[in-house]
């Protein structure tokens, strides 16, 4: 973002800035003691800049809003992931999938809403994104194919050693694998 265009707290030094979000999350500090405590520190280290009440106001509601959002990434994260219990590789990857895919609907929503033209940058980093997300899935949903065959297969090899034991013909078992692996005749 242009320097023109960031907010004044974006154009504070680091240090300042991490000592803002710090005293931002005390509660025991009100939004006045915190803009009067950095532009004490502004005005010790020399730095001409002085921060209002509404910048402070409009920052510590982005950051909440920030906070809220990661908040409830978690909680949905923590909740898919008790759901799926011991094998939550290919699910979890699934869910996450989904979550960037919405992700990227809505940064796609929220750039044609905006009055200023949308970056050539910007797209092309959206299609790439959009691009390895489709591959991912695709990826996904051939290993899932492929570790179904595999327990198939596996099956079909038991129960195939298991009916000859029992003293059924070769056929019979033959015919008993294929049923299970869906092959017709």
Do not use: C
Not at 13 to 30: K, N, V, Y
Not at 31 to 41: H, L, P, S, T
Not at 57 to 65: P, T
Not at 125 to 149: F, G, T
Request: proline content about 4%; charged content about 35%.
């Amino acid at each position: 973002m242009p320097k023109d265009q960031q907010s004044s707290i974006d154009r504070l030094p680091e240090s300042i800035r991490d000592q803002l979000m710090a005293m931002l999350r005390d509660p025991r500090l009100t939004q006045v003691a915190v803009r009067e405590k950095i532009n004490a520190i502004l005005e010790e280290d020399g730095h001409p800049q002085r921060l209002s009440y509404s910048a402070v106001n409009r920052y510590k509601l982005r950051m909440d809003k920030i906070g809220a959002r990661l908040k409830q990434s978690r909680e949905v994260a923590r909740m898919w992931i008790g759901k799926l219990g011991a094998e939550p590789q290919g699910e979890v990857g699934k869910l996450l999938n989904e979550m960037v895919r919405n992700l990227a609907f809505d940064a796609t929503l929220a750039m044609a809403d905006q009055d200023d033209p949308v970056e050539p940058k910007m797209l092309r980093d959206l299609a790439v994104a959009i691009e390895k997300l489709e591959k991912a899935a695709s990826e996904n949903v051939r290993r899932d194919e492929q570790i179904r065959r595999q327990a198939l297969e596996a099956a079909a090899k038991v129960a195939g050693s298991s009916v000859k034991q029992k003293g059924l013909s070769d056929d019979a078992a033959e015919e008993i694998k294929r049923k299970i692996l869906g092959i017709k005749r």
